[in-house]
């Protein structure tokens, strides 16, 4: 696998540290090497066009290509799956964006924590009562990535099985989100009433949650009365 990084700095998560492996100028930020294990670097200056060349050149002999610009950027550039699969007919396209491609706000950023709340999870998350609070992994990004994951292998197969050519796909961090409200959602389509805030507490299930003692907590998860 191969990374492509911006020159200078390379992946900004390069710098998002405390904590670090190793010290001074070859220190490791601890988020940097999570999501990063078992990869090459390689800098490369998109902006260029000799860049660009280099990217071209990558995506000629790799089975998948992985981007997670703005939506258009690469068409900007000429590196979009339209512009690669003439060049390797096999290629695998995987856009991850916010919004996705189509819809009404495809044009606009995202962060984790922006769609945490846009998809509906900081509003179950936290203390009733209290204020929205963010899941404390990425959520977000992490689940979009198990669903870019899952449709590569599905266009892997169907490659494999079919005429050996590619597809494009597109995942994006709202759909994934909306995804995951799983029956949270499906208790509002029913009932009409908006999920709030329920610390532990599960909204269908009693006793399901965790209960102070005298020196810490415990958790009593009983989904039946036989239980």
């Not at 495809?106 to 009733?128: C, F, H, N, W």
Request: hydrophobic letters at 35%; glycine letters at 12%.
């Amino acid at each position: 696998m191969i990374k492509v990084e911006r020159p200078g700095t390379g992946d900004q998560t390069r710098t998002w540290r405390p904590p670090s492996f190793g010290e001074g100028e070859d220190a490791q930020s601890a988020y940097y090497v999570s999501v990063n294990r078992n990869k090459r670097s390689v800098e490369v200056n998109l902006a260029t066009d000799a860049g660009r060349e280099v990217f071209r050149d990558l995506a000629r002999e790799a089975d998948v290509a992985v981007e997670n610009f703005r939506v258009g950027k690469t068409a900007e550039w000429g590196l979009d799956y339209p512009d690669l699969v003439d060049d390797n007919p096999g290629l695998i396209y995987c856009s991850l964006s916010g919004y996705g491609e189509w819809g009404p706000d495809r044009d606009e950023p995202a962060y984790d924590v922006m769609m945490q709340a846009k998809g509906g999870l900081m509003s179950i998350t936290g203390v009733e009562g209290g204020p929205p609070v963010r899941v404390g992994v990425a959520l977000a990004d992490v689940g979009a990535g198990m669903y870019a994951t899952q449709a590569i292998l599905a266009v892997l197969l169907d490659r494999e099985l079919g005429d050996g050519t590619g597809q494009k796909v597109d995942v994006s961090l709202l759909h994934g989100q909306a995804a995951w409200m799983s029956y949270i959602a499906t208790n509002y389509f029913a009932s009409g009433e908006p999920p709030g805030r329920v610390g532990s507490k599960h909204p269908n299930i009693v006793p399901y949650r965790a209960f102070e003692t005298r020196d810490d907590y415990v958790v009593v998860a009983c989904s039946s009365d036989a239980f």
